[in-house]
C-alpha cells in the first residue's frame, strides 16, 4: 500500500500538539466533501482526506453494496483492510501519532469508519460518526476490545437509508465492546444535522485526543 494509492487532501495541524482527523466522505462525494466537517469538528486538527476507491456509476465510494441498504460484505471486509493499511502508510509518511488519530464519515463514509473501528481496534483513538450503521450486516463482529476508544454517533429517527435500529444495533456492538459511546438522535432523516454537529464538537473537545 502507498501514499498515493488513495487520491487524498492532507492538511497538516494548525495548532501544536494536535490530533489527525481521517475524513470519510458519502456516496458520490469525494475527498474535498467533508473538510469544512472537519475543521468544525476538530479546529487546529491536522485532516487527511482520502477518495473512496469504488465507483458505482460515476459516484465514489469506499465498499460495493448490492443496492441501497444492502452491502457486499467481503467487499467491506477487504476494502476496509485495504484503507487500514494505508491509514498506517499516512502515519509514517506524515510523520503522524499513531495513538491520536480519530476518524469522522457521513453515511457510507461513516459506515467505513464503523468498520474499521470494529475489524481493526488499536487504530483509531476516536471516531464522530453521521448516519453510521451496524456495517458487517447480519455478521456479530469479533469481541474485540474498544474499551480504548470514543465513538460519538450521530442519528436521525427518520432515516430512510441508515435506519435507526441500524443505528442502535452499531451503538449495541460498540458498547458490548467496551467503547466509550455517545450517542446523539435528531428528529431528521439522511443528514448532518447542525445540532448533532455541534454536540459532536463539544464531544471531541471534551474526548482529549
Ligand atoms: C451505504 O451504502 O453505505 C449506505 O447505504 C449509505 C449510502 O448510501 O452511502
Given amino acids: 500500500m502507498a501514499l498515493g494509492d488513495y487520491e487524498h487532501v492532507w492538511e497538516p495541524a494548525t495548532e501544536a500538539d494536535a490530533p489527525t482527523l ?16 472537519g475543521r468544525a469538528l476538530a479546529p487546529g486538527a491536522a485532516l487527511l482526506s482520502p477518495r473512496g476507491t469504488v465507483d458505482e456509476n460515476g459516484m465514489n465510494r469506499w465498499f460495493r453494496r448490492l443496492r ?33 488519530i480519530v476518524v469522522s464519515g457521513f453515511s457510507n463514509g461513516a459506515n467505513t469508519g464503523a468498520a474499521l473501528l470494529l475489524l481493526h481496534p488499536g487504530l483509531l483513538a476516536g471516531a464522530a460518526l453521521f448516519a ?3 456495517p458487517l450486516q447480519g455478521r456479530e463482529p469479533a469481541a474485540v476490545d474498544l474499551s480504548a476508544t470514543s465513538v460519538f454517533l450521530g442519528s436521525g429517527v427518520a432515516d430512510p437509508i441508515t435506519t435507526i ?25 439522511h443528514q448532518l444535522a447542525p445540532d448533532v454537529l455541534a454536540e459532536a464538537r463539544s464531544w471531541f473537545s471534551a474526548s482529549g485526543f
Wanted: no cysteine; proline share 4%.
Fill in 22 to 37: 481521517l475524513l470519510l466522505h458519502g456516496t458520490g462525494a469525494d475527498e474535498h466533501d467533508l473538510l469544512p466537517l
Fill in 132 to 134: 453510521a450503521g451496524a
Fill in 165 to 189: 435500529d441500524q443505528a442502535r444495533l452499531l451503538g449495541r456492538q460498540l458498547r458490548e465492546r467496551g467503547a466509550r459511546l455517545s450517542e446523539h438522535e435528531h428528529p431528521g432523516g
Fill in 68 to 100: 441501497e441498504g444492502v452491502f457486499d460484505v467481503e467487499d467491506l471486509v477487504e476494502r476496509t483492510g485495504e484503507l487500514a493499511a494505508w491509514t498506517g502508510e499516512a502515519v509514517r509518511a506524515y510523520g503522524l501519532d499513531p495513538e491520536r
